[in-house]
């Protein structure tokens, strides 16, 4: 009887002792701060390289030839207003396409060495994350927010400060939920095929849903739910707003232009943004919208890396 009291409290010792083994090895070598600062840096720097290179310099100046040559110095009249509208929207589609596809290859190559070095202790998944999502912001967009500047100034969109400002957060705001939806697609799925295959079918569903190619109020009932999580609805929504809202449209070699009954020259931009189903709307609202998809998107990701292995 003795003995085996004795032999059950060595075992009990023995499981305590490897209890605390398993609570120290959950330490890391670095705390919080330390992590997150020196992770910052160095995915700053790996993304500096791969994100700003003479490749993606060169795409993002073959995407400004292109605008300048099919959208130089559009006249500001009711004539070229179609050509406007898709000015902007394929501003957002051309880098929010590139943005995605960067966005799932750079995480895949980053997996490896992010398991190995969490099962080494170096660092946490907060730490990691929040590091990614900040050199995310200043390097994924750099080279589009150049794009933006210079297609803006190019195609002789508004041309007051406010309107340039308030197009180049939008454009922002949309290339980085764009950025977060490829990331999501990254974690989520660990098969880089698969993730590549899937991106450009869910991007073109979600711009086909934000109101350039079909109007809001002609999109079928059954479907319209999918407007409301397209980022391409807010950003274009929001640019055509900042174009439109309170000002005229001169009209084109000073002809009159009908709308239904009545007879308005300069056309109110006002008509224009009704006429897509955008009657109503707010610039802020856009805004505050494509910052909560993003940090939706960012949660998200970061949960399922959390749970991940």
Request: hydrophobic residues 45%.
């Amino acid at each position: 009887v003795v003995g085996d009291k004795n032999h059950r409290r060595n075992n009990f010792v023995k499981r305590l002792s490897s209890h605390e083994e398993l609570k120290a090895g959950a330490t890391y070598h670095a705390n919080v701060f330390t992590q997150l600062k020196l992770l910052t840096q160095r995915s700053m720097k790996q993304q500096r390289g791969e994100k700003i290179s003479f490749v993606t310099f060169l795409v993002t100046l073959s995407y400004t030839l292109f605008v300048c040559i099919f959208w130089w110095r559009l006249p500001d009249d009711t004539n070229r207003i179609h050509e406007r509208n898709s000015l902007m929207f394929f501003v957002l589609i051309a880098q929010s396409n590139s943005v995605v596809v960067a966005s799932i290859t750079t995480f895949q190559r980053e997996r490896a060495l992010l398991v190995r070095e969490r099962a080494k202790k170096l660092y946490s998944v907060f730490p990691y994350f929040v590091a990614k999502t900040l050199s995310d912001m200043v390097n994924t967009v750099i080279l589009p927010s150049i794009y933006g500047i210079c297609v803006y100034w190019a195609t002789n969109l508004r041309p007051t400060a406010g309107a340039f400002f308030t197009f180049m957060v939008l454009f922002y705001l949309t290339i980085l939920t764009s950025q977060s939806m490829g990331l999501l697609l990254s974690v989520a799925i660990r098969n880089i095929q698969i993730s590549l295959l899937l991106a450009p079918l869910i991007s073109i569903f979600l711009f086909i849903m934000g109101g350039f190619y079909i109007s809001f109020d002609n999109i079928h009932w059954w479907l319209r739910w999918a407007t409301y999580i397209s980022q391409a609805r807010y950003g274009y929504t929001g640019m055509i707003l900042n174009e439109y809202s309170g000002r005229s449209i001169p009209c084109a070699d000073e002809v009159l232009v009908t709308f239904g009954s009545s007879t308005e020259c300069p056309q109110p931009g006002e008509d224009v943004i009704t006429s897509l189903s955008m009657d109503g709307e707010q610039v802020w609202f856009q805004i505050v919208i494509l910052v909560f998809m993003q940090v939706i998107l960012r949660f998200v990701s970061y949960i399922i890396l959390l749970r991940r292995k």
